[in-house]
């Protein structure tokens, strides 16, 4: 398994099972045609650098008849609820992982940095799609993106504070704060960019953006958590 590269929040925590009232939600993922509707979806997004996309759109780019989301995934709603969970399937099944390495906190804190912000550059959406899901969809689909995203990252910050503060390598952070901050540094590169294109002409995010912010965000967050390194100390 890849510490880095888009396998990023860096974990082995298994790979989120959803429990829908759609049978096949998101087992339907696994279907060909199903499938082929995410995939559209996606790309959609992307392109649109927005999270409104219509069934008609998405599924004239799939070359899917649109009657058919609802048989895989229930309505549109489900159709967002399934890409997000194979989104986040695929980038927080190296979590555990990352944490059970014989590397130091710091390093382990560096490279979840780097996975963080690779994976929103591949999906710049995620964040915009779980606000979605969270505060404008259902009950049952706020429910499921906490369980299967928010709570597992989450608790994966709790761990890996706790094992840096331990190390004495960590000042002491509050879990929910650096989420919050990690995580809204890293939405507000690509959703936030739109604007500042317009306020200051700035372009898009490349491959070299991302990695620029990277170390941008590497330097600013440890140079926020990590205490001061004694004499002949690490």
């Known amino acids: 398994m ?3 590269g888009s396998r990023l929040f860096g974990s082995s925590v298994m790979a989120p099972q959803l429990t829908t009232s759609a049978p096949v939600r998101l087992q339907a993922a696994k279907n060909t045609t199903a499938e082929k509707l995410l995939v559209a979806a996606s790309e959609l997004m992307i392109e649109r650098a927005s999270i409104e996309v219509s069934l008609s759109d998405i599924a004239q780019k799939s070359g899917v008849n649109a009657a058919l989301v609802k048989y895989h995934f229930g309505n549109k709603d489900g159709l967002l609820l399934g890409l997000l969970a194979r989104d986040a399937a695929t980038e927080m099944a190296n979590l555990e992982y990352l944490l059970e390495q014989p590397i130091t906190p710091t ?5 979840h940095i780097a996975g963080i912000i690779r994976a929103y550059h591949r999906f710049p959406y995620m964040n915009r799609l779980i606000h979605y899901l969270l505060h404008e969809s259902s009950a049952e689909s706020a429910d499921q993106v906490s369980k299967f995203f928010v709570a597992p990252l989450l608790d994966f910050h709790r761990r890996l504070l706790a094992q840096g503060i331990r190390c004495g390598e960590f000042r002491k952070i509050d879990p929910v704060l650096f989420y919050t901050s990690l995580i809204g540094a890293c939405d507000h590169l690509f959703f936030g960019r739109h604007a500042m294109s317009r306020a200051t002409g700035v372009g898009p995010v490349t491959d070299e953006v991302c990695r620029d912010y990277i170390v ?5 967050i440890c140079g926020g958590m990590l205490k001061p390194i004694d ?4």
């Open 2 to 4: 890849r510490l880095g």
């Open 107 to 111: 390093t382990k804190l560096k490279l």
């Open 216 to 220: 941008h965000m590497e330097t600013l």
């Open 231 to 234: 004499g002949a100390a690490r």
